[in-house]
């Protein structure tokens, strides 16, 4: 979350039961959604820890005002930099227990934040309205002391047909519902609305969903795919931490991982792709991030583990593994430039499409060549060990490398220190390739380099080569702890082609040649041209003008809008968007892609169908001719009431090369990337070679 993930750098906040060793907070709640308003009676029990004398403070929204338990604090310093506005209120001198009231208005009204197309994110600090509570750790809606953990009971009075939903395990206390956690966390969420309950009861888990709407059928594909993804990382991980999870539809689009139970928007409940792609990746969390926390000094691990362990591992299970890691480096590639770079050490929350790069993709990859070179056996058992010995405790990279080390018996602490603290990403280069052939064998010569600026990284390298009579390629792995490595390699048989890394098993800053024109280059780059059509109607050219203002102040040094009648040739040096079939630089753009697009009576052929351009919206991609890292899209949009569904929804597909939709949602009805043929990285040592498609050995996947 953005709220959080600022918060939790600001501010330890801490849970404690005193039996526990915890800060305890015995909260009750009154919600009045039509008034904004709330009233809490908050019963706090100090740790045992915190020193008998000791003048303790906390922290509270300023718009609460306190009537009992603590006096206004003469030292308002320090308090800048915070979602909200708050104030310190003193503790008691010497107190362990103590009761605190207070009241006020939270009305922090939705925002979109972050300026980069694929990473922008609805949220508010903090919002009691009648169409639902949102409040979390950055809302300062409880006193929040600056302790590890904390433990809580929250009792919580709400109109009547409303439920509240917060972490732990629900009680029932005569008419009302108390939520009770007794495992430390990090923070305190409290979520209501009137919604409809759906439960199934698992072996030591209650799956739950909580919809605005009655929606049985959707409800029970929810609870149905909680239990089979909890079974499944509960045998790759451990025991699930808590008691339950639940899903929550919020009354804004959202996509939130909280301590047992997420918080989804609306709309993103019911996209049918959900449950089985964010879905399980929300579920993960409940392990990395809200079962052991992050120590966000050393830097965010949890969302790189998350995505490698979900998102990734359930493409593996589908056999496209391959195909999510070069989409990895595809984003790195597009979206990570020398203004945008940082380390993974550096990296803390999601704040545009770069530091998801980064943080998310360049994170995953770091585990994931762990795994290549533990092996699988040892990376589980590192992940189950580490997951043992930090339940509920903040770990950070130090701790992983602890783990990895003690279970592999290897020193790891060069290879951590260069995928975290280093910014950039090795690039590869093959020279001179030759064969030779002996008496019963093969030997490849040549060279891999490495060309990016900077000292040399130590690497795995996987070469695959292609060889005559075997259906399978031939893998090796060539150490390389220098910038260039000569090879010379015997092999069983003559070599036909060498492909380097070609299942993206490194993470490098991939050569544009190796993936496909996609959308991200267009959402990547730093400056852009939107072309409009002269030609088309008035109608036609306000909807386009709509478009480029919309997009106009997403790049960073902006972008220029101009008409193609004003244009004697398209620039090379930005990313450029053609907006219409009328525009003149139509033809061109169709010259220049990797398949046949042809306009036919004001329709568009491609893919051996016919789209009618008043049904439909298209966009397709090409590299611009004067460089392959700037991008070139033609963007078809004649239906206006599509441009706004389609300007939320096209960044989420910028690893496409081209898109359809269809109607005024608009839906997306084909999608696709255009084929790779020159990668730089695939060397043929003969031309009759490039016919041949390699076949790569079957790898079996992490979770089955």
């Avoid at 909890?230 to 929550?248: C, E, N, R, S």
């Avoid at 041209?529 to 919309?550: C, D, F, H, K, M």
Wanted: proline share 5%.
């Amino acid at each position: 979350m953005l709220f959080v993930g600022v918060f939790l750098t600001c501010l330890s906040t801490s849970i404690s039961a005193s039996e526990t060793g915890f800060l305890h907070h015995d909260i009750t709640a009154t919600i009045l959604p039509d008034k904004h308003r709330l009233e809490v009676t908050d019963n706090i029990t100090l740790a045992p820890k915190a020193q008998k004398n000791q003048r303790r403070s906390f922290l509270l929204n300023a718009n609460l005002h306190v009537t009992e338990g603590a006096q206004l604090s003469a030292d308002q310093s320090g308090l800048k930099g915070l979602p909200v506005p708050v104030r310190r209120y003193e503790l008691p001198e010497g107190a362990r227990q103590l009761i605190v009231k207070y009241s006020g208005e939270i009305i922090d009204q939705v925002t979109t934040f972050g300026n980069e197309f694929t990473a922008t994110v609805d949220d508010s600090a903090g919002l009691i309205s009648d169409e639902g509570v949102y409040l979390t750790p950055a809302t300062f809606w409880y006193p929040a002391l600056a302790d590890e953990f904390v433990t809580f009971s929250l009792d919580i009075d709400l109109p009547q047909g409303w439920q509240g939903v917060s972490q732990g395990a629900r009680k029932k206390s005569g008419n009302r519902t108390v939520w009770v956690e007794d495992k430390p966390q990090q923070e305190i969420y409290l979520i209501a609305a009137p919604f409809v309950e759906y439960n199934k009861a698992l072996d030591d888990v209650e799956a739950m969903v909580f919809l605005r709407q009655p929606d049985p059928r959707l409800a029970q594909t929810y609870l149905d795919i909680t239990a089979q993804y909890i079974d499944m990382y509960q045998t790759l991980i451990g025991p699930y931490p808590y008691q339950k999870f639940a899903l929550v539809e919020n009354f804004w689009e959202t996509g939130f991982g909280m301590p047992s139970f997420t918080l989804l928007g609306p709309e993103v409940i019911r996209l049918p792709f959900i449950p089985y792609t964010s879905y399980p990746h929300e579920i993960l969390h409940n392990w990395w991030g809200n079962g052991v926390y992050v120590d966000f000094q050393q830097g965010n691990w949890s969302e790189g583990l998350t995505s490698y362990l979900a998102d990734h591992s359930l493409k593996e299970m589908r056999g496209a593994g391959a195909e999510y890691r070069r989409s990895v480096l595809q984003n790195y590639a597009n979206f990570v430039n020398d203004n945008k770079e940082f380390s993974l050490a550096a990296f803390r929350s999601r704040h545009g499409s770069s530091s998801q790069a980064i943080g998310y993709g360049k994170g995953m990859m770091l585990f994931h060549m762990l795994r290549q070179k533990l092996g699988d056996e040892l990376f589980v058992k590192a992940l189950q060990q580490f997951y043992q010995n930090n339940k509920f405790k903040v770990a950070g990279y130090d701790d992983w490398l602890k783990v990895f080390e003690q279970v592999s018996g290897q020193q790891l602490d060069t290879y951590f220190e260069q995928w975290l603290m280093r910014t950039g990403a090795p690039m590869l280069e093959v020279l001179e390739l030759s064969r030779e052939q002996q008496k019963d064998s093969w030997i490849s010569h040549g060279v891999i380099k490495q060309t990016q600026a900077g000292k040399a990284y130590r690497l795995s390298v996987p070469l695959f080569f292609t060889l005559e009579g075997h259906e399978q390629a031939y893998r090796v792995i060539v150490e390389m702890n220098e910038a260039k490595q000569d090879l010379s390699i015997k092999l069983p048989a003559k070599p036909l082609r060498l492909d380097v890394d070609p299942e993206y098993d490194l993470f490098r800053r991939v050569d544009q040649g190796e993936i496909p024109a996609a959308l991200s280059l267009l959402f990547g780059a730093e400056k852009a041209l939107i072309v409009l059509p002269a030609s088309a109607n008035e109608t036609l050219r306000q909807s386009y003008q709509q478009i480029g203002e919309y997009w106009r102040q997403a790049y960073p040094a902006g972008a220029e809008i101009a008409l193609d009648s004003d244009l004697k040739q398209l620039p090379k040096d930005r990313a450029i968007w053609l907006l219409g079939k009328e525009n003149r630089f139509a033809a061109e753009f169709m010259q220049s892609t990797a398949s046949e697009i042809r306009l036919d009576s004001g329709d568009i052929e491609f893919n051996q169908q016919s789209f009618q351009t008043t049904e439909h919206t298209l966009v397709f991609t090409a590299r611009n001719p004067g460089t392959a890292r700037q991008g070139v899209a033609w963007l078809v949009a004649e239906r206006q009431a599509a441009i706004p569904g389609l300007l939320r929804k096209l960044p989420h597909y910028s690893k496409y090369s081209y898109l359809v939709f269809e109607g005024d949602a608009p839906q997306n009805v084909l999608k696709g990337q255009w084929l790779v043929t020159d990668s730089p990285l695939s060397v043929m040592f003969d031309e009759s070679a490039a016919a041949i498609k390699p076949q790569f050995p079957k790898r079996p996947a992490l979770l089955q």
